[in-house]
């Protein structure tokens, strides 16, 4: 079983920078593929940014690229997002999911999700 919360969500304004964090309970975090997910209200949760078990291999949208960066420190179970230069279109509820077979960027192969954390951009 995996459990995953994650934090640092909040109001900033545009242009800001925000780094979200996600805690995974367990001994098999460094086994685990990991990703960001969002989704804006009145919209479909969309893929932000993934990283491999590892941590050697990344992948982002497009969206995203250039200004956020996804990482991970194993050893403390933690997974991180560097949000830099946000947008407004950036607003959304923010997810870490966690899955055990590969990286993907579908919801659908993620088992494992947190609660959420709202990121909140003013322009």
């Known amino acids: 079983q995996v459990q995953l919360e994650e934090s640092g969500g909040g109001l900033v304004q545009a242009g800001g920078s925000l780094r979200l964090s996600c805690t995974a309970s367990?001994?098999?975090?460094?086994?685990?593929?990991m990703a960001w997910f969002r989704q804006a209200p009145g919209k479909e949760r969309e893929f932000v940014a993934g990283?491999?078990?590892?941590?050697?291999?990344?992948t982002y949208a497009d969206s995203v690229k250039g200004r956020f960066t996804i990482s991970r420190d194993n050893a403390k179970n933690m997974l991180y997002l560097q949000m830099n230069s946000l947008k407004s279109e950036d607003t959304a509820v923010y997810f870490c999911?966690?899955?055990?077979?590969?990286?993907?960027?579908?919801?659908?192969?993620?088992?494992?999700w947190g609660q959420g954390t709202q990121v909140t951009v003013s322009s």
């Open positions: 367990g001994r098999t975090f460094s086994t685990l593929h």
């Open positions: 990283i491999n078990f590892s941590g050697a291999f990344t």
């Open positions: 999911a966690a899955n055990f077979g590969a990286l993907y960027v579908s919801e659908d192969f993620y088992a494992y």
